[in-house]
Structures are given as C-alpha cells and as structure tokens.
C-alpha cells in the first residue's frame, strides 16, 4: 500500500491520455457525420468504450491499484453488460 | 466523511478509496438504469429519437466534451502534484478544474435556454402538441439525464472546493490525500458518464 501511494504518475502520461481521449472523441463526431447506418451506433459506442477505459485505468489509477479493486471494478461493469444484453434478448425476441 | 478526517486521528487511506468505489457502483446503477431505459425506448421509436436528436447542437455537445476530459486531466494531474509536495501547483490545477467546470454549466445554461425557447421543454405545450410520445420520450431522458449530469457536476465542484480549502489550510497533503483523491474519483465518474452521454444524445442521429 507504501507502494502504491508512492507512485506518482508522472504529468506527461496524463497528457498522453489527454490527447487519445480528445482523439477519440473528434474520430466519433467524424465517424457518426457519416451515414454508416446500423455501424453509427456501434462505433460511437465502442469508441466511448475506449476512451472510459483509459479514463478507469489513467485518470482513476486503476492500473496502479491492487488487483482486488481492478477486479471488483470489472465484475461490476461485466454485470451492467449482462443486464444490457438479458434486456435486449427480451425485446429482440419478444 | 470530511469531519472523521479532520477530528479522528485514525486514517485509513486504502478503506476511503474502497468505499468510494462501492459509492461509484451505485451511481453507476443509477445512470445504468437510465442508460437501460434510454436504449429500449429509442430500439422502439427509432424514427422519432431520430428526428429529436437533430434538435441538440453537436457543437455545444462537443465543446463541452472537450471542457470535461481537459477538467478530469487537471484533477488527475493535481493528485501527482500533492505527492511531490507542490501545493501552489496542486491549488492551480484545481482552481483549473473548478473553473472549467464552471464553464461547462454557462455552456449547459445556454444549451437548456435555447431548447427552452423552441418551446422544448418537459410538459411544454409545443412538445403536448406537436411532437410525437417518441420526440417526448427523448427530450424527456435529455433533460433528465443531462440534468441529473449537471447536478453531479454541482456537486463534484463543491466536493472540489472542500478540498481546495483543506489543501491549502495543510490538512490535505502528499501523506494524508485521500480526500483528494476521493474527489478525483468524484469528478472523473462524473467525466466517465458524460463519455457516454455525449455519442448517445448529440452524435447517433
């Protein structure tokens, strides 16, 4: 735990993951202005997948916390996921 | 929270950021279930959150995106700061973070006046008239999720001006930072949920 609050993330690696985020997030206004139909959604949101992956693992210091907060953390995305997909297999079969 | 840091001796920075992390979870669950009933009613009115979301101005949307990644790299970046013990820079990039937060609710401010002057509002009697349930559906989870956004904002700037006030009085420092650091949670979440706001209001059209 020393360790951990020791680490100091140097202001460079914030910059860098600045830089991706605001990338990201120009790369989706472009790629939605596009009529890409169906792929529209799905590619606005797997680019906001990304960038709230780096925003965890930077910005919320997940990769430099002990692996029981990183897995706690996964576990509880993983279930939003299943409740998202156990609500749409519902309304896609209904 | 802050009251038990400041008149207990006992601190235990890993058991704070432990429980910040279980309060998170229930704000995820919070706009989880939003972002759930978000996406069943716009897979059943397609055509309708189609037309609505050409309402929003994609340029605000995106402004205030930017504003909010800048905010939550200024927060971040404070942290490391406190750690080597620069305090004028840890009370800068603060103040930044304050600050663009604060830009992000003049910019919301306008954005809602706007609408408001369309007549878009919840209740209003050009939506009751002339848009469709599925227009109504929409601009009703804009304004309750962007609203609820905006009040996490509020929030997340008072919790920041609490520690801006504790760093600079010396109770917050490189050896006791987990106020600090809670608040960077904070305001990242707050970050983390708009990331997805965004694409789903201003950009999917």
Do not use: C
């Not at chain 1, 590619?43 to 002990?66: P, Q, R």
């Not at chain 2, 008149?7 to 972002?35: C, P, Q, R, V």
């Not at chain 2, 397609?46 to 990644?69: K, P, R, S, W, Y």
């Amino acid at each position: 735990m020393t360790n951990e609050k020791h680490h100091i993330v140097p202001y460079s690696t914030y910059a860098i993951i600045l830089a991706a985020l605001l990338l990201f997030t120009f790369l989706s206004v472009a790629i939605t202005g596009i009529e890409l139909g169906e792929f529209t959604v799905a590619g606005a949101l797997l680019l906001a997948t990304i960038k709230s992956y780096l925003v965890l693992t930077y910005f919320m210091h997940l990769k430099f916390d002990k692996a029981y907060i990183r897995i706690m953390v996964g576990f509880v995305f993983l279930v939003f996921l299943a409740v998202i997909i156990i609500t749409f297999l519902d309304y896609y079969f209904r | 929270m802050s009251q038990a840091i400041h008149h207990d001796e006992h601190y235990d920075a890993e058991g704070s950021k432990i429980a910040m992390w279980l309060f998170i979870f229930t704000e995820l669950l919070l706009f989880g279930g939003l972002f759930i009933i978000y996406s069943v009613y716009r897979y059943l009115n397609q055509d309708a959150f189609h037309l609505a979301a050409e309402e929003l101005n994609t340029t605000i949307g995106a402004i205030n995106t930017v504003i909010l990644l800048v905010s939550s790299m200024t927060i971040a970046m404070s942290t490391s700061a406190l750690q080597k013990r620069q305090k004028g820079t840890t009370l800068l990039l603060l103040g930044i973070t304050l600050f663009l937060g604060l830009v992000f609710l003049v910019n919301k401010y306008f954005e809602w006046g706007v609408k408001f002057e369309h007549g878009i509002f919840p209740g209003s009697e050009h939506m009751t008239e002339n848009l469709s349930q599925g227009e109504i559906l929409f601009f009703g989870l804009y304004f309750v999720m962007t609203g609820l956004h905006a009040l996490h904002i509020i929030i997340g700037m008072i919790i920041i001006g609490v520690t801006v006030a504790k760093v600079s009085s010396g109770k917050v420092h490189a050896d006791r930072s987990a106020l600090l650091e809670n608040s960077g949670l904070y305001w990242h979440l707050v970050d983390l949920i708009w990331i997805f706001l965004f694409p789903l209001f201003y950009l999917i059209h």
